[in-house]
């Protein structure tokens, strides 16, 4: 079935205001502008994700935390992010989990659903590899990393009880510890990641820029 580029524009922004929704419920505030949405492979919202995005706005001192992904940069930029996101997903679970018992049953289909995305997928960036790793160990099985990579994962392994700043200045330490990268203080450019290949397991969209957020034509 084709679809003209309107088509593709309506169902963009319609999956784009679904995942604002996914955030405000989770975040409990209809007001707020997310710096990131998520997205599944298909362009679909991805309610989980969304929901995890929306609660660090709940739990975590979020203007810290959005400023600290603008000072993630270099070639390397989407593994930093992603491994911050693996981070704070297990801290704001295990926080949420107490008031929403649901939580359990939908990180256990999140993590299933992610598996099964990718697994016809040969060949996967490190990001993906580690991210489906850390699904695996949601569901009770072996990561099945290599002994560095594992400990890597766990390095990011953070708990419900660090605060904004404990989680901020140990993946500090984690970027030096195994990349010896030190995040700038330089303002970046807000970009959008809707359709990126390389981003397939979590790609963001920065809100202020992008023509799905702000309705505007490409």
């Known amino acids: ?3 003209s580029m309107a ?3 309506e169902q ?4 784009a205001k679904r995942a604002c929704n996914f955030i405000w419920a989770a975040a409990e505030n209809y007001e707020l502008e997310p710096l990131f949405l998520a997205f599944a492979s298909n362009g679909t919202a991805d309610m989980y994700l969304n929901l995890i995005i929306g609660l660090t706005y709940k739990w975590s001192d979020q203007e810290k935390i959005d400023d600290f992904f603008n000072q993630l940069g270099g070639k390397d930029r989407e593994l930093y992010e992603g491994l911050l996101w693996i981070g704070l997903e297990n801290a704001l679970y295990q926080k949420e989990r107490k008031i929403r018992s649901v939580m359990e049953e ?3 289909e999140y993590a299933l659903d992610n598996l099964n995305r990718y697994r016809n997928y040969k060949e996967y960036a490190r990001i993906e590899q580690i991210r489906n790793a850390h699904c695996r160990e949601i569901l009770g099985q072996p990561s099945e990393l290599t002994t560095e990579e594992e400990e890597l994962l766990h390095a990011f392994s953070y708990t419900e009880e660090m605060t904004t700043d404990e989680i ?3 993946t500090r330490e984690n970027l ?3 990349f010896s990268y030190r995040p700038s203080k330089a303002a970046k450019k807000k970009r959008c990641l809707l359709s990126s290949e390389s981003c397939r397991s979590i790609p963001f969209c920065w809100k202020s820029e992008c023509h799905i957020c702000t309705g505007e034509a490409l």
């Not at 963009?12 to 999956?15: D, I, N």
């Open 1 to 3: 079935m084709c679809y």
């Open 7 to 9: 088509e593709i524009e």
């Open 12 to 15: 963009e922004l319609r999956e």
């Open 106 to 108: 939908l990180r256990r």
């Open 168 to 170: 901020l200045e140990q």
């Open 176 to 178: 030096w510890k195994y």
